[in-house]
């Protein structure tokens, strides 16, 4: 309702056109390091007093959504859903951030490419028309030759594709601005801990070693020069092995594109890297919105976990944060996983340099 301020210290408030509306019966509110816009869902089951016939927010109305006074999320209403019956009047709102523009909307380019282009003037030329703002928080590296823009690829999809070439994350934030990172970079610094038994309410996890492999071997081919005799250039090739995993279980993999022993090398640790960090998935939901320093529970930060019963006993990055109330109570449900199951693949210059689409330039060998 609004104007109502015992409900706003502990529950999700929606602002539109100056006005707040508080005391919402149940909501979930939805961001990830994985996603390009976060998510809302408001409810209320109980007509409010004073409010009118109708409903006052419409569909694809600008609004915010902050949680315990803090903002999680600047978009817009995408769906109004009222209803009634004999005893009561029902209303749910679904929206998301202003990104969800840049993940529905294709990416209009005159002459369908980028010439010379970073990454971060060609993000900032296909959201500038949406009005959305850049947020870069990692190196985004040179200038590509030549990027094209697959007929009908979404503003998101392209720069999603473009950030895999250079190792980095696109997401937003409570602003809803677009955000260029790396799992670990920016400001996001360290979560209050999450402990078995003191706030942690329930929890599960995944311990796989079903994707590890003992040893990591990567070979391909880069072209020969006056300093590089084609038996050299034939077959550069690194591995890395795993200590943690006892079984014989080598894995091959080869370059499709030129790249040197240094690229190769690069390549197998991060296999090596991914796969151990990947094997190692939480989700645990704390019974409070805030963590232990006062802080809200977000993503992108890092959280010292205890938890004897999951066998996790490390530190582990807060990929996604649901926080929601319903019927059972309000928690803040997570999920995380070590930093490196975050880092995207590591691709050779000459891919990273062109802004192909497709291919990574690497091809398992099974």
């Known amino acids: 309702m609004a104007g109502e301020g015992a409900d706003q210290d502990t529950g999700a408030v929606l602002r539109v056109d100056g006005q707040i509306f508080a ?10 390091l994985r996603q390009g816009a976060s998510t809302f869902e408001l409810t209320q089951s109980e007509r409010w007093p004073g409010q009118e016939s109708y409903w006052p927010v419409a569909e694809g109305a600008a609004c915010t959504v902050e949680l315990a006074g803090e903002l999680l999320l600047t978009g817009y209403v995408d769906d109004v859903m009222p209803g009634y019956g004999p005893e009561e009047h029902a209303l749910q709102l679904v929206g998301r951030s202003r990104t969800a523009d840049l993940v529905d909307c294709a990416a209009i380019v005159k002459g369908g490419q980028f010439r010379g282009y970073t990454l971060e003037a060609i993000a900032r030329a296909l959201a500038a028309p949406f009005g959305i703002d ?17 007929p009908g690829e979404t503003c998101f999809a392209l720069i999603e594709r473009l950030c895999r070439l250079r190792a980095l994350l696109a997401c937003d934030d409570a602003a809803g601005n677009l955000v260029l990172t790396r799992a670990g970079a920016g400001s996001a610094g360290r979560a209050g801990p999450l402990v078995q038994g003191v706030n942690i309410h329930r929890a599960s996890a995944r311990l796989s070693h079903a994707a590890r492999y003992s040893e990591y071997i990567v070979r391909g081919q880069q072209a020969g020069g006056d300093h590089l005799g084609g038996a050299q250039a034939a077959g550069p090739a690194a591995s890395v092995k795993d200590a943690a995993v006892k079984r014989y279980r080598p894995q091959l993999e080869i370059a499709e594109e030129q790249a040197g022993p240094a690229d190769m090398k690069l390549r197998a640790q991060w296999a090596q890297r991914f796969a151990a960090a990947d094997g190692v998935q939480a989700t645990i939901a704390a019974q409070d919105f805030r963590d232990g320093n006062g802080a809200i529970w977000m993503p992108g930060k890092v959280s010292a976990v205890s938890s004897p019963w999951l066998r996790i006993e490390r530190d582990l990055l807060i990929v996604s944060a649901v926080w929601k109330k319903d019927g059972e109570g309000s928690e803040t449900e997570m999920t995380l996983t070590p930093p490196d199951a975050l880092t995207p693949e590591p691709v050779p210059p000459s891919v990273a340099s062109s802004g192909a689409a497709g291919a990574s330039g690497w091809n398992e060998v099974v």
């Open 23 to 32: 005391g919402w019966t149940g909501f979930r509110v939805e961001r990830s």
């Open 134 to 150: 850049v947020v870069v928080e990692a190196d985004t590296g040179a200038a590509f030759p030549d990027v094209q823009v697959n």
